[in-house]
């Protein structure tokens, strides 16, 4: 199975701050990515499909990058709306496996 | 708007058998892979199995091989997960997506139902 690792587990940040959450796939997955917004009590919502294709619908101060093993999602102005908890998921090969989740809170 | 609903969760015996349903409109259901999702109290989300659009091809999570089949009725734009042998580790909210077939990705998700396996 493919494992795949996020980074930070949590974070903490300002309205207005510019955000990084990394992935990494235990081995090679294309660009096999997709990264997910949930918030709680709630579905997951998708954000970004193959690394880097903005969701209709999702604000483009969302973007997602990289190939192979490492992988960013980005939000360049965090807004009120956006801490949740972020996920990626590969979808390389079943099973289909996600990262751990990126807790993103209010500084 | 594209809308999926799961019902027939709820709490039951270790052992014990549940079958869920994903009632879906909005979209022409026959068009698509559909997959279940679970996620465990507080903690990160588990593919459980998908199904082609036909239900010819069925791929299931391994912790759930030979316990859970995925099936279908596209004349009633439904998608169904039978769980039998139920275990406490199977005590999540199953959610049901669109999506999970080549694409890989899941669009949307119903709010889940809860299924606790617990004496």
């Known amino acids: 199975d493919i494992q795949m690792t996020q980074s930070p587990s949590s974070l903490s940040a300002s309205v207005g701050d510019r955000v990084t959450i990394t992935c990494r796939a235990s081995q090679g997955i294309s660009r096999s990515l997709n990264w997910y917004q949930q918030k709680p009590g709630k579905a997951p919502n998708l954000l970004i499909y193959a690394a880097s294709n903005l969701q209709s619908g999702v604000p483009s101060r969302f973007s997602g990058s990289g190939s192979g093993t490492d992988f960013t999602l980005t939000i360049s102005s965090l807004q009120p709306e956006d801490f949740a908890t972020y996920y990626c998921q590969q979808s390389y090969s079943t099973p289909y496996t996600f990262g751990q989740g990126t807790k993103l809170e209010i500084k | ?119």
């Not at chain 2, 659009?53 to 998608?79: H, P």
């Not at chain 2, 119903?110 to 606790?116: A, I, K, Q, R, S």
């Open chain 2, 1 to 119: 708007e594209v809308q999926l609903v799961e019902s027939g969760g709820g709490l039951v015996q270790p052992g014990g058998s549940l079958r869920l349903s994903c009632a879906a409109s909005g979209f022409t259901f026959g068009d698509y892979w559909m997959s279940w999702v679970r996620q465990a109290p507080g903690k990160g989300l588990e593919w459980v199995a998908n199904i082609k659009q036909d239900g010819s091809e069925k791929y299931y999570v391994d912790s759930v091989k030979g316990r859970f089949t995925i099936s279908r009725d596209n004349a009633k734009n439904s998608l169904y997960l039978q769980m039998n042998s139920l275990r406490a580790e199977d005590t999540s909210v199953y959610h049901c997506a669109r999506g999970g077939g080549r694409s890989g990705w899941w669009n949307p998700w119903g709010p889940g139902t809860l299924v606790t396996v617990s004496s």
